[in-house]
């Protein structure tokens, strides 16, 4: 149920904001943004790993109306977050609520949320997803804090370095015979000025570029090619239902976050077509 994803790819939004919905004046401290949903969000403490439920959320709302979102749990240490959805769609806002619509990787199904907002202060989502049972059914209401990270401009020289993957599974039991954790592959992050390479035991798994979403804001634009194929649950982050050719392209996001239990944290999301892949890393 878990073993394959696909993505929508995220709408970019017309220069007026009513395109995405409607905007508004912040009304929180930091940098004026062009929407009051937009920012890094998330409701990440420590707890309990129970009934493989989804009790966390980080959410990434862009000025493009483009929506990410990181759904999982958290165990009793700062270092342990397992992973269980990625969503991927669009995002409106009008006064202080929010809708939105996404493609849940983990469930190959379409779903939507929606909520309220107080702009640079809280986001408050429930979704729905009638093919998810975890984001709707038993789960799927998320609290989440802005983080004031975002709020930063973007700068290629302060992301420099390399970053230890981070990334957990929540199954016990993965589709291959593999436990819990047993990836072959845990690439590691390496980002030197707008160069991107991720290595495992010296072997390149994928190489890119990165670039600043703006000049205000402290997101990146990522573009990923595997330099090798890739088998299918092989790799810790992966999502796809099948073994990834060298040569596939992913797009998306890098972020990083300065609250919450994984404060601190360089974190990247990005999608190809039927699959994605999810880092999260410390220098």
Not at 136 to 141: I, Q, Y
Not at 208 to 219: C, Q, W
Not at 227 to 254: E, H, Q, R
Request: net charge negative.
């Amino acid at each position: 149920m878990k073993n394959v994803m696909t993505m929508t790819a995220a709408a970019v939004c017309a220069l007026a904001l009513t395109a995405c919905g409607g905007g508004g004046s912040d009304g929180g401290s930091g940098n004026s943004l062009s929407r009051t949903d937009e920012g890094i969000w998330s409701n990440f403490s420590n707890g309990t790993v129970t009934n493989l439920m989804p009790n966390m959320m980080q959410a990434v709302i862009l000025n493009d109306g483009s929506f990410w979102g990181i759904a999982g749990q958290t165990g009793a240490t700062p270092a342990t977050f397992c992973m269980q959805n990625i969503l991927h769609g669009t995002a409106s806002v009008s006064g202080s609520s929010v809708s939105g619509s996404y493609t849940d990787s983990a469930f190959l199904g379409n779903g939507t949320y929606s909520g309220t907002v107080s702009a640079q202060d809280s986001l408050n989502l429930k979704f729905n997803n009638p093919s998810d049972p975890l984001m709707s059914g038993l789960g799927g209401s998320f609290n989440m804090s802005h983080d004031s990270a975002y709020n930063q401009p973007a700068s290629l020289s302060a992301i420099t370095g390399t970053y230890l993957n981070q990334v957990n599974s929540c199954f016990v039991n993965l589709p291959d015979g593999s436990n819990n954790n047993d990836y072959h592959i845990r690439p590691n992050l390496t980002i030197s000025g707008s160069n991107l390479t991720l290595n495992s035991d010296g072997s390149v798994i994928m190489t890119g570029s990165i670039a600043p979403h703006g000049t205000a804001v402290n997101v990146f634009d990522v573009n990923l090619t595997t330099a090798t194929t890739v088998i299918a649950y092989s790799m810790a982050g992966l999502f796809s239902g099948n073994d990834v050719p060298a040569g596939t392209v992913y797009k998306g996001i890098l972020f990083q976050t300065s609250s919450g239990s994984l404060k601190n944290n360089t974190e990247m999301v990005v999608t190809s077509g039927g699959s994605a892949f999810f880092f999260m890393g410390k220098k």
